[in-house]
C-alpha cells in the first residue's frame, strides 16, 4: 500500500483517485469490468443506460446510472448439464 509523509512525521495511507462523475465511453466500460466488444454489443441492443451530452460535445454516461444498472443485472443460473447426475441424485 502506498503511504504518504504528514508533517508530523508519520505516514498516513494515499487516497485513491476519485471516479468522475460522468465517464467516456471508454472510462465507462472499463467502469463496468466490460470489454470494448461488450460495450458496443449492449449499446447498440439498448441495454444500457442513456448517456448524457453536458457540453454539446462527446457523450458521458452518470457514474450512478451505471452502478445502479450494474446493480440490477440478474445472476445467471447455471444450466443444468444433460447426462449428469447431480449430487444427491441416488448414483
Given at each position: 500500500?502506498?503511504t504518504?509523509a504528514?508533517?508530523?512525521?508519520?505516514t498516513?495511507?494515499?487516497?485513491?483517485?476519485?471516479?468522475?462523475?460522468?465517464?467516456s465511453?471508454?472510462?465507462?466500460?472499463a467502469?463496468?469490468?466490460?470489454?470494448?466488444?461488450?460495450?458496443?454489443?449492449l449499446?447498440?441492443?439498448?441495454?444500457?443506460p442513456?448517456?448524457?451530452?453536458?457540453?454539446g460535445?462527446?457523450?458521458?454516461?452518470r457514474?450512478?446510472?451505471?452502478?445502479?444498472?450494474?446493480a440490477?443485472?440478474?445472476?445467471?443460473?447455471r444450466?443444468?448439464?444433460?447426462?449428469?447426475?447431480?449430487?444427491g441424485?441416488g448414483?
Amino acid at each position: 500500500m502506498r503511504t504518504k509523509a504528514t508533517t508530523e512525521g508519520t505516514t498516513a495511507p494515499e487516497a485513491k483517485p476519485a471516479v468522475p462523475l460522468l465517464l467516456s465511453q471508454r472510462e465507462a466500460a472499463a467502469y463496468l469490468g466490460l470489454s470494448r466488444a461488450a460495450w458496443y454489443r449492449l449499446r447498440a441492443a439498448g441495454a444500457l443506460p442513456l448517456p448524457v451530452r453536458p457540453t454539446g460535445g462527446d457523450l458521458r454516461w452518470r457514474r450512478l446510472d451505471l452502478e445502479e444498472w450494474a446493480a440490477n443485472l440478474r445472476s445467471v443460473k447455471r444450466p443444468r448439464r444433460v447426462g449428469v447426475a447431480a449430487e444427491g441424485d441416488g448414483e
